[in-house]
């Protein structure tokens, strides 16, 4: 109880000098809990919405999915026929049952012809206005649909884009283009994450989305009193025997909750992965407070010892002080993680995902994970500084606070250190040299994770060097100021090493993704420009087909010498060895794209691949299977029949684009698929005629305008689409890299604070001497800046070599160029600057306030 009490006062005594690591403990379960609870809150949202607009029993087509999902490869939603509605109503048990048509297969533009969908990846949603979505939406301007004119749009989208009623609207389909005017306006009466969602009348919504009247996508039923879903879909199973896909509410909802938990279980563990990073910043933080506070009560744990304290009693006490430290950030930080997950609700809200607070959902396990979080990571964290605190002997009373440095302990240090970043490095260099990415992937984590704790354990080895040498760069030129800014930097390696060691995990994270992300696009670019011969390409970003009109139009452009159909087939593949291989690829394309990418052939001419029956096959798959010029593969497609189809070239495995793609021509697919089973175009190329580039270009814009969907692209268009898609993800990373980069500073600010506090006399007499007011604080800031300098040059050179070594396996995939983005590195190398800067403006004012006599006087 007296080691408790001795613990409490303590830690009230030196709370201003622990709320930096109470912070960075806060950040770190915030971030933890907010994210916890984000996910969670989007998973009650998505299960709201999934059970409220849920019918008891749904019938759909056969080939439909069961998340209820319409998307198809000939842009038409999977259907059945009327006459099903009218079987399900006989069937007893039946309330009531109605048909419903709708696709996601759409896109929908105002009257300039600008696109109506989310921003946000959410479905845009086109169909019949029933009894069902009556449920959950509610009529609140104007009236639904009655005729082919009139189209009801959502609220939200209404309001995103100013839509009023009499506004026209075009529903552009694989069918064709249909318009008409806003009739009426309905409101979500639950929460709608972001989906746009347009209402046709029955008719149609059948001839726009489907091209045919009489079908319908579901059957909505529901159930009378008493009957239980599962018996309704009993009853109607045994009723229309087998051909169609019938499922409870329960069922429904459970596959339309997996599929989004699929995403949102990689969003969480990725965002998790980055608060981890931060903890482990927050770690070296914690270890360096309480080290600080140790050395600077040698004298008290020494008279303690002296009057009857033994170490365990010591030890225990400062494993106290990190128990209320954890304790007390844990529990501030769980508190802000629901403000974080309130504002990443708001930033989802901003890019078109609507969350409502009142679905904010805080389940008991995220407060335990957080607390237990936070208090085992401090109470870990300050456990060797305990162990230094306990060895502390009685006659340490008798001496000035500061312990001793163990330069035997600092020996064997440096050797474990050496010896686990030559592991590391030995790692890397096997990750480096490997044949196959998947064995080099292992090689690569244990390399950076040896190397990251070897760079840690031996940072007070590297200290002594590179701080000298920054500063003969940069300090030396203050003269005096300098030198002494140097010596305070040079005075306790242990701790320079750990203070940039925090800096170093965040930069060298940093730099590894700058080196991978700038190699990936200089080595795509490379590819585009040694493999592509055609001129534009066409595609939609948002993974929309490319519809039958939209390739009529681009084929009308002027200027251009041929256009290039690319479509995607499935089929399974039986090879002569008997081997049958489900869910292959057929990419069917018409015979100039042999034209338009040069793909390299290890046997025969891949132009051959598009005579009739004939098909490709790229190299491994050729040596798994045997094959050879001349061998035959049955194809059996999807949508189709079995083809027989010729072996007519062996494509080589080492390329980026179409990377173990099986071609062949579109004439010979359209043999065996049904043209309405026909899949749409994934891709068009367009090639122009010779010094007709800016026309014809010019000619296929204008060609497609009236489908906002689809984006055409020359080759410095896709180079630039490519680099700023790879530079809008590593700016999402480098955004959740900055919890921890912000713990890191705190560790700056930490040190130095304590740094002041610990040379309280010493500054005292420098100033009694003659040091101004204005060269402390200059002395004090250019500490900060070499320690956070030194960080940095160790996490850059560090994430460099991780980098490197990522993109010598990225090669084994056809990435082969190494891009050092200097840019990047420099910029973050003087950034770094910036922040010792930002980091040293308190501890240098604090320090340039205290009164000399005082400072002088002090124990």
Same mark, same amino acid.
């Given at each position: 109880?007296?080691?408790?009490?001795?613990?409490?006062?303590?830690?009230?005594?030196?709370?201003?000098?622990?709320?930096?690591?109470?912070?960075?403990?806060?950040?770190?379960?915030?971030? #933890?809990?907010?994210?916890?609870?984000?996910?969670?809150?989007?998973?009650?949202?998505?299960?709201?919405?999934?059970?409220?607009?849920?019918?008891?029993?749904?019938?759909?087509?056969?080939?439909?999915?069961?998340?209820?999902?319409?998307?198809?490869?000939?842009?038409?939603?999977?259907?059945?026929?009327?006459?099903?509605?009218?079987?399900?109503?006989?069937?007893?048990?039946?309330?009531?049952?109605?048909?419903?048509?709708?696709?996601?297969?759409?896109? /929908?533009?105002?009257?300039?012809?600008?696109?109506?969908?989310?921003?946000?990846?959410?479905?845009?949603?086109?169909?019949?206005?029933?009894?069902?979505?009556?449920? @959950?939406?509610? $009529?609140?301007?104007?009236?639904?649909?009655?005729?082919?004119?009139?189209?009801?749009?959502?609220?939200?989208?209404?309001?995103?884009?100013?839509?009023?009623?009499?506004?026209?609207?075009?529903?552009?389909?694989?069918?064709?283009?249909?318009?008409?005017?806003?009739?009426?306006?309905?409101?979500?009466?639950?929460?709608?994450?972001?989906?746009?969602?347009?209402?046709?009348?029955?008719?149609?919504?059948?001839?726009?989305? /489907?091209?045919?009247?009489?079908?319908?996508?579901?059957?909505?039923?529901?159930?009378?009193?008493?009957?239980?879903?599962?018996?309704?879909?009993?009853?109607?199973?045994?009723?229309?025997?087998?051909?169609?896909?019938?499922?409870?509410?329960?069922? #429904?909802?459970? &596959?339309?909750?997996?599929?989004?938990?699929?995403?949102?279980?990689?969003?969480?563990?990725?965002?998790?992965?980055?608060?981890?990073?931060?903890?482990?910043?927050?770690?070296?933080?914690? $270890?360096?407070?309480?080290?600080?506070?140790?050395?600077?009560?040698?004298?008290?744990?020494? *008279?303690?010892?002296?009057?009857?304290?033994?170490?365990?009693?010591?030890?225990?006490?400062?494993?106290?002080?990190?128990?209320?430290?954890?304790?007390?950030?844990?529990?501030?930080?769980?508190?802000?993680?629901?403000?974080?997950?309130?504002? *990443?609700?708001?930033?989802?809200?901003?890019?078109?995902?609507?969350?409502?607070?009142?679905?904010?959902?805080?389940?008991?396990?995220?407060?335990?994970?957080?607390?237990?979080?936070?208090?085992?990571?401090?109470?870990? !964290?300050?456990?060797?500084? &305990?162990?230094?605190?306990?060895? $502390?002997?009685?006659?340490?009373? +008798?001496?000035?606070?500061?312990?001793?440095?163990?330069?035997?302990?600092?020996?064997?240090?440096?050797?474990?250190?050496?010896?686990?970043?030559?592991?590391?490095?030995?790692?890397?260099?096997?990750?480096?040299?490997?044949?196959?990415?998947?064995?080099?992937?292992?090689?690569?984590?244990?390399?950076?994770?040896?190397?990251?704790?070897?760079? #840690?354990? /031996?940072?007070?080895?590297?200290?002594?060097?590179?701080?000298?040498?920054?500063? !003969?760069?940069?300090?030396?030129?203050?003269?005096?100021?300098?030198?002494?800014?140097?010596?305070?930097?040079?005075?306790?390696?242990?701790?320079?090493?750990? @203070?940039?060691?925090?800096?170093?995990?965040?930069?060298?994270?940093?730099?590894?993704?700058?080196?991978?992300?700038?190699?990936?696009?200089?080595?795509?670019?490379?590819?585009?420009?040694?493999?592509?011969?055609?001129?534009?390409?066409?595609?939609?970003?948002?993974?929309?087909? $490319?519809?039958?009109? &939209?390739?009529?139009?681009?084929?009308?452009?002027?200027?251009?010498?041929?256009?290039?159909?690319?479509?995607?087939?499935?089929?399974?593949?039986?090879?002569?060895?008997?081997?049958?291989?489900?869910?292959?690829?057929?990419?069917?394309?018409?015979?100039?794209?042999?034209?338009?990418?040069?793909?390299?052939?290890?046997?025969?001419?891949? =132009?051959?691949?598009?005579?009739?029956?004939?098909?490709?096959?790229?190299?491994?798959?050729?040596?798994?299977?045997?094959?050879?010029?001349? =061998?035959?593969?049955?194809?059996?497609?999807?949508?189709?029949?079995?083809? %027989?189809?010729?072996?007519?070239?062996?494509?080589?495995?080492?390329?980026?684009?179409?990377?173990? &793609?099986?071609?062949?021509?579109?004439?010979?697919?359209?043999?065996?698929?049904?043209?309405?089973?026909?899949?749409?175009?994934?891709?068009?190329?367009?090639?122009?005629?010779?010094?007709?580039?800016?026309?014809?270009?010019?000619?296929?814009?204008?060609?497609?305008?009236?489908?906002?969907?689809?984006? /055409?692209?020359?080759? %410095?268009?896709?180079?630039?689409?490519?680099?700023?898609?790879?530079?809008?993800?590593?700016?999402?990373?480098?955004?959740? *890299? !900055?919890?921890?980069?912000?713990?890191?500073?705190?560790?700056?600010?930490?040190?130095?604070?304590?740094? #002041?506090?610990?040379?309280?006399?010493?500054?005292?007499?420098?100033?009694?001497?003659?040091?101004?007011?204005?060269? *402390?604080?200059?002395?004090?800031?250019?500490?900060?800046?070499?320690?956070?300098?030194?960080?940095? +040059?160790?996490?850059?050179?560090?994430?460099?070599?991780?980098?490197?070594?990522?993109?010598?396996? +990225?090669?084994?995939?056809?990435?082969?160029?190494?891009?050092?983005?200097?840019?990047?590195?420099?910029?973050?190398?003087?950034?770094?600057?910036?922040?010792?800067?930002?980091?040293?403006?308190?501890?240098?004012?604090?320090?340039?306030?205290?009164?000399?006599?005082?400072?002088?006087?002090?124990?």
């Amino acid at each position: 109880m007296t080691m408790f009490k001795t613990s409490m006062r303590n830690f009230f005594a030196h709370k201003g000098r622990m709320a930096l690591s109470a912070v960075a403990v806060l950040l770190s379960v915030a971030f #933890v809990c907010g994210t916890l609870v984000f996910t969670d809150t989007m998973t009650t949202t998505f299960d709201k919405l999934f059970a409220a607009t849920a019918s008891d029993v749904t019938v759909s087509a056969e080939d439909a999915s069961d998340t209820g999902e319409t998307r198809a490869a000939n842009g038409k939603p999977p259907v059945m026929p009327a006459s099903v509605l009218d079987e399900v109503k006989r069937v007893d048990g039946v309330k009531s049952a109605e048909g419903t048509v709708f696709s996601t297969s759409v896109t /929908v533009v105002d009257a300039d012809k600008d696109s109506l969908s989310p921003t946000s990846g959410a479905p845009t949603i086109v169909g019949n206005w029933n009894d069902n979505d009556a449920r @959950t939406m509610k $009529i609140t301007t104007g009236a639904a649909p009655t005729g082919g004119g009139q189209i009801m749009v959502d609220a939200d989208t209404a309001d995103k884009h100013g839509l009023e009623l009499g506004d026209e609207i075009g529903v552009i389909t694989a069918v064709g283009t249909h318009r008409a005017k806003v009739s009426g306006i309905a409101d979500f009466t639950v929460t709608n994450p972001g989906a746009a969602i347009f209402y046709l009348d029955t008719t149609t919504a059948q001839q726009a989305l /489907v091209g045919e009247k009489g079908v319908y996508t579901n059957v909505n039923v529901t159930a009378a009193s008493g009957v239980s879903d599962a018996q309704l879909k009993k009853d109607i199973a045994a009723e229309l025997g087998g051909g169609y896909q019938i499922q409870t509410a329960k069922e #429904v909802s459970d &596959a339309n909750s997996a599929d989004v938990q699929e995403f949102m279980s990689v969003m969480k563990y990725a965002m998790l992965g980055f608060a981890g990073v931060a903890l482990l910043v927050g770690i070296f933080l914690i $270890i360096n407070t309480f080290s600080m506070l140790v050395a600077q009560r040698t004298r008290e744990i020494g *008279l303690m010892r002296a009057i009857g304290s033994s170490r365990r009693q010591v030890n225990r006490s400062v494993l106290t002080e990190a128990l209320l430290l954890g304790v007390v950030g844990s529990v501030l930080g769980i508190g802000a993680g629901i403000g974080v997950a309130i504002g *990443l609700m708001e930033l989802m809200g901003s890019m078109g995902m609507k969350l409502s607070t009142d679905d904010l959902t805080v389940v008991w396990s995220t407060p335990v994970i957080g607390l237990v979080l936070g208090v085992v990571v401090t109470v870990l !964290a300050a456990y060797l500084p &305990a162990r230094r605190a306990g060895r $502390i002997s009685p006659m340490a009373a +008798l001496r000035d606070a500061g312990a001793p440095a163990d330069a035997r302990a600092g020996r064997i240090r440096a050797a474990i250190g050496l010896v686990l970043t030559a592991a590391g490095v030995g790692g890397l260099y096997l990750a480096a040299t490997a044949d196959k990415a998947t064995e080099g992937s292992l090689w690569l984590g244990m390399g950076i994770v040896l190397t990251l704790i070897g760079f #840690v354990v /031996v940072g007070p080895l590297l200290a002594g060097g590179l701080v000298r040498a920054l500063s !003969a760069v940069l300090l030396r030129i203050f003269g005096p100021v300098g030198r002494l800014a140097e010596r305070n930097a040079l005075r306790n390696p242990r701790r320079t090493g750990a @203070t940039g060691a925090a800096l170093m995990i965040g930069l060298a994270l940093v730099a590894c993704l700058s080196v991978v992300g700038s190699s990936m696009v200089a080595s795509a670019t490379s590819e585009l420009d040694k493999s592509v011969g055609t001129d534009f390409i066409v595609q939609s970003d948002s993974g929309q087909l $490319i519809t039958p009109q &939209a390739v009529e139009a681009a084929k009308k452009a002027e200027g251009l010498e041929r256009v290039t159909e690319y479509k995607l087939l499935d089929a399974a593949l039986t090879t002569p060895d008997g081997k049958t291989a489900k869910g292959g690829t057929i990419n069917a394309a018409d015979p100039t794209y042999a034209q338009d990418l040069r793909v390299e052939t290890v046997a025969g001419d891949l =132009s051959d691949a598009y005579r009739p029956d004939s098909m490709s096959v790229f190299e491994g798959y050729a040596q798994e299977h045997g094959l050879r010029i001349g =061998s035959k593969v049955k194809a059996d497609f999807a949508d189709g029949s079995t083809a %027989t189809l010729t072996v007519r070239a062996i494509t080589s495995d080492d390329v980026v684009i179409d990377k173990g &793609a099986m071609y062949a021509s579109i004439d010979t697919v359209a043999k065996y698929v049904p043209a309405e089973r026909m899949p749409l175009d994934m891709l068009l190329f367009g090639t122009a005629k010779d010094g007709q580039e800016d026309a014809a270009y010019a000619s296929l814009k204008a060609a497609l305008d009236d489908y906002p969907q689809y984006t /055409v692209r020359d080759q %410095t268009d896709y180079k630039e689409a490519l680099k700023d898609q790879i530079g809008q993800l590593l700016n999402m990373i480098y955004g959740l *890299l !900055a919890l921890a980069i912000i713990v890191a500073v705190l560790g700056v600010v930490n040190t130095l604070a304590l740094s #002041v506090v610990e040379r309280t006399r010493e500054i005292g007499l420098m100033r009694a001497i003659g040091l101004s007011r204005r060269q *402390l604080r200059r002395m004090i800031r250019l500490e900060s800046v070499v320690i956070a300098l030194f960080g940095a +040059l160790l996490g850059l050179g560090l994430g460099m070599g991780w980098g490197a070594t990522a993109q010598q396996l +990225l090669e084994l995939e056809g990435l082969g160029v190494l891009d050092i983005p200097w840019p990047t590195i420099l910029g973050v190398f003087a950034g770094s600057a910036f922040v010792g800067l930002f980091a040293a403006l308190v501890p240098a004012f604090r320090a340039g306030r205290m009164n000399v006599l005082n400072a002088i006087a002090t124990e």
